[in-house]
């Protein structure tokens, strides 16, 4: 049953989470330089601030319309600031980002855009009677640059209905699992029916996760239909989806549609390895000895981008002890299924956000953070090294639990 409700609340939740992202951004750009790494270009964060700057602000001179008067509201709930400790230690950025949330409420809502409407390609932002409505994608801190003058003239394809799904991040695998897959999951609770199909983008569907999750039924039977990077569509009548930051009732209906064990027997211990090749970087300059020492204390070794989703699920939702690097790869930990586990996760100074935290703590993890040292490089890429030493601090009490 889709629930129907007033929308002056949204409206306070929204603004709401309109600051705290514009916080968070606005305080980690000038998170420009870190103790002990290199910046080979000091003044680009002052660049890229301005050029934004200067391009939002063309940008808001296009016609627009208020988004909430556009838009019925399906569905609508809000949480409380999350109630909690941060860890330390933790880099700069991520310290920041979870401060916010201390500070702010999360939403969730479901809304129906009033009008016939057209669906920019880049961020899913909406176009109604060829106006802009600002606050329309999933990121409203982050909008800028539509193609403006596209939604002039006839759209390049026309949909009776259609539930966007657009995430301008959605070729990353967090943000595919959390702004796109927690999606359908949203839809499913508050039953907007299949017989409505989905419109990703180009970008989001081209990954080899995107197909993945339709071979294993986590789009269920919702056609799909892919919106490519050039092209206006439009849309007679166009659901908008917004879910928690995270939300482990979703991330149990992904595991229960995957097959995931309810309580499977414990496997071994994971330590999680960032490939050379890893586009971000943030590689270990001691990876050989990092892996010994794990293998020496029974854990499993992998590079989760080398495996099917499928594989990296099964063996997550089996690990007690997780030990990785900060990035994508700990999406995994959702699949975890109603049991506890303990994360250590490994952060650069330079960078880091709290994400995998915050997951942890919804699901009800044990959770130690670690720094890296001796970084080199720039401060979001710098290679570094682990102090295995800290590290045996940590794995020796918990291995002895276990």
Known sequence: ??????????????????????????????????????????????????????????????????????????????????????????????????????????LEAIYKVKEPCTIDPKMGIVFSNKKVLWGSSDLPYRERNPKFLSHLRKPDRYLEKAISLHHVHGDNYFHFFMFVVCKVMACRTFGLPDSIPFLVNEQTANTPFFKQAISLGLFGKHEIVVQPRKKVFGVKEC??????????????????????????????????VRDETAPNGRTYRNQAELSNFAKDRGFQVFDPGQLPIIDQARIFNRSPLIISPHGAGLTNIIFRRKKPSHLIELFNPGMGSGHYYLIAMEKGFHYASQMTINPVGTSFTANTEVDLSALKARIDPLMDQL
């Not at 917004?242 to 979703?250: L, M, N, Q, S």
């Not at 499977?264 to 999680?272: F, K, R, S």
């Open 1 to 106: 049953m889709i629930l129907l409700t007033t929308s002056r609340q949204f409206r306070e939740m929204c603004s709401a989470q309109y600051s705290r992202q514009s916080a968070f951004e606005e305080i980690s750009s000038g998170l420009s330089k870190q103790k002990g790494i290199e910046v080979n270009y000091p003044f680009r964060v002052q660049y890229h601030r301005t050029r934004k700057k200067i391009a939002s602000s063309i940008d808001r001179m296009w016609p627009s319309l208020p988004f909430l008067d556009q838009v019925e509201i399906l569905h609508q709930e809000h949480r409380p600031p999350y109630d909690f400790g941060l860890p330390t230690p933790l880099p700069d950025q991520a310290r920041v980002f979870l401060s916010q949330w201390q500070t702010r409420s999360d």
């Open 239 to 272: 659901y908008l989806v917004r879910t928690f930051a995270v939300h482990d009732p979703y991330f149990d209906q992904i595991c229960k549609a995957m097959g995931l064990e309810e309580d499977p027997a414990d496997g071994p211990p994971i330590l999680l």
